[in-house]
């Protein structure tokens, strides 16, 4: 396992294709940013899928996974400066930033206040702002009160699209359990991080180019709103996943991978 000491808290991470001293070659750099509630196991199979042809850097943010919670409440810029911190302990000179819902959010953060790291977006599920900030305070205040447990159906159904919550699919039952081991701490920070959140400003300066890909059957971030996100970006692709709701990495992970792969095959930079 690998960790970084990032301010007060230590980012687990794992790298493919990189080794300490930096690039293993010259294959271009995916890093990863994970949605709420969610660890770095779930880009496995868009990684299978991927393949070789690129090196990949993925991090479960503060507060997730087996990193460190800090001190929460948190900001996106928090979020995106600990990816920042992680990319240059790394020696990683640019990375094709891939970030799904508030990843996507810490994406556009990194491309505002790191441009020099963003070769590439690609914001999945994702907007310039997600939700009122009312409906982040109603949920951070019954999680505090009656833990994560009471909460997983309800985000399940936005996940996930019916076909994919049965009883006998493990792969959702792992879900379900990835989401309700989240520390309340570190879920609750990342909540309010969102709630602040607002790049309907920044968005039209961003100048890198961009893919924004939503799931067709999204409960989250439906896709008009990840429609409303891609008209903000300069030049940027809109794509939409079939048969798939918030997580696409998990439901429809080849579909997914190969309508990323074919944005990225567009880039001077991956053209092989």
């Excluded at 930096?22 to 779930?42: C, E, K, Q, W, Y």
């Excluded at 299978?48 to 479960?60: I, K, N, Q, W």
């Excluded at 690609?122 to 949920?139: C, F, Q, Y």
């Amino acid at each position: 396992m690998d960790f970084l000491q990032v301010g007060d808290a230590a980012l687990h991470y794992r790298t493919v294709g990189l080794d300490p001293a930096g690039l293993a070659d010259d294959r271009p750099v995916i890093a990863f940013a994970n949605s709420l509630g969610t660890d770095f196991r779930i880009w496995d199979a868009v990684l299978a899928t991927l393949g070789p042809a690129f090196s990949y850097v993925l991090h479960d943010k503060r507060g997730h996974g087996l990193s460190g919670v800090g001190t929460p409440p948190y900001t996106i810029e928090t979020h995106a400066d600990d990816l920042a911190a992680l990319l240059d302990h790394l020696k990683v000179g640019k990375a094709i930033v891939w970030g799904l819902s508030v990843g996507g959010l810490i994406a556009q953060s990194l491309s505002v206040r790191r441009p020099d790291l963003v070769q590439a977006l690609v914001l999945s599920n994702t907007a310039h702002k997600i939700g009122a900030p009312e409906m982040w305070d109603a949920r951070i205040s019954a999680i505090m009160s009656e833990g994560l447990d009471g909460m997983v159906d309800p985000v399940m159904e936005r996940w996930f699209t019916a076909p994919f919550r049965t009883a006998d699919n493990a792969l959702y039952a792992g879900c379900r359990a990835m989401l309700a081991r989240q520390p309340v701490d570190g879920y609750c920070g990342t909540c309010a991080a969102i709630r602040d959140a607002d790049f309907t400003e920044d968005a039209p300066r961003i100048a890198v180019p961009t893919l924004c890909i939503a799931g067709d059957q999204d409960g989250s971030t439906p896709p008009d709103l990840v429609r409303s996100l891609a008209a903000l970006i300069p030049g940027s692709v809109f794509a939409q996943v079939s048969d798939c709701g918030h997580i696409p990495c998990i439901e429809q992970p080849d579909a997914y991978a190969a309508t990323v792969a074919a944005f990225l095959k567009t880039l001077p930079e991956t053209k092989r």
